[in-house]
């Protein structure tokens, strides 16, 4: 029902291009890990070669202890579930979610109950007689994760499921998904390039850009102490200071800090600058600012560095007038270097 999934030192090349490179990973049995990166970095690799899909160039894939990295597909204890979950069109939801135990030859009564429990599961059991036509979007999405999980997998592999589903219906089904797998205990690996879908489903986070990892964290790890710029600006937007050291002090463009970081960029969160923190970024003029419902979106210029714009998300019961001159104060920093 549910199992560890190792990757070792896996590369992977497509002719003379490098899709993945050095991929290590430990994943624990019943996590809820995402694969999160811009378009191209090697998500639906990695997926594929985890699946059986793809041989790696190199390395190797255990999923719960045993060396995968040359088996089928259909004979790991892994399902994939696509963006394109393509239903029978003919068959009821309950056939379409019994169809894979009927082709490993599960009894007809024994398959039956199994989808109609799956079908309970992602509240659906009322429509096992409907065909999938007679479906919303986001109904046909479950039934399709019903039909990948009756086959009881060790892990369930999901591209981009989501990806078709408008907004609204997307963040629904994020929940949903979420409290399924917490009801199953499957490993669920699953790939999107949406870093707000990431957060809200991710036990842990791959960041990925151009096939290899950049962090490998829980969502607050990698929201709040990105270990590198790219992850730090593609988990949100992100103000960069930069920092110099003179004599054991540390000086930005804002002035001197009360601590020692050493060099490079200080990187604030806009939520993390305010009018209140641990440390003082001194006086700035609020050029712009939009409400934006959850807080106002403002834009400062320091006084003291006046080629600076800082994003400051202040908020709601703020009232932030354009022109304003105000001292600002920053909190949980963190220092990136420049040259990754
Ligand atoms: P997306 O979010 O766009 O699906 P991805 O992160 O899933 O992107 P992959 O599909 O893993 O990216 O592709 C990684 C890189 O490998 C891309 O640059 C892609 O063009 C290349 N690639 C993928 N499949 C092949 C192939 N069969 N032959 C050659 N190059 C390929």
Known sequence: MTAEVQIRSVSHRFQSFT?????????????????????????????SIIGGFLTPSEGEVLIGGRDMTRVAPKDRPTTTMFQDYALFPHMNLRDNVAFGLRMRGV???????????????????????????????GQRQRVALARALAVEPDVLLLDEPLGALDLKLRRQMQDELKNIQRKVGTTFIHVTHDQEEAMAIADRIVVMNRGHIEHFGTPEDVY???????????MGEMNRIPVRREGGTSISPLGPLPFDLGEGLLCLRPENIGFDGSFSMGR?????????????????VPLKAPDLTLTVNLPQGAHPAPGAEVELFGRDPVLLSEDV
């Open 224 to 234: 709040l102490r990105p270990r590198t710029l790219f992850s730090a600006d593609f």
């Open 284 to 300: 700035a003029r609020l050029q712009e600012v939009a409400f934006f419902g959850t807080h106002h979106r403002c834009h400062f």
């Open 19 to 47: 899709a993945l490179e050095g991929i290590d990973l430990e994943i624990a049995a019943g996590e809820f890990i995402v694969l999160l990166g811009p378009s191209g970095c090697g998500k639906t690799t990695l997926l």
């Open 107 to 137: 009894g007809r009564k024994a398959r039956h109950d199994r989808a109609l429990e799956m079908l309970e599961m992602v509240g659906l059991a009322a429509f096992a007689a409907r065909k999938p036509h007679a479906l919303s979007g």
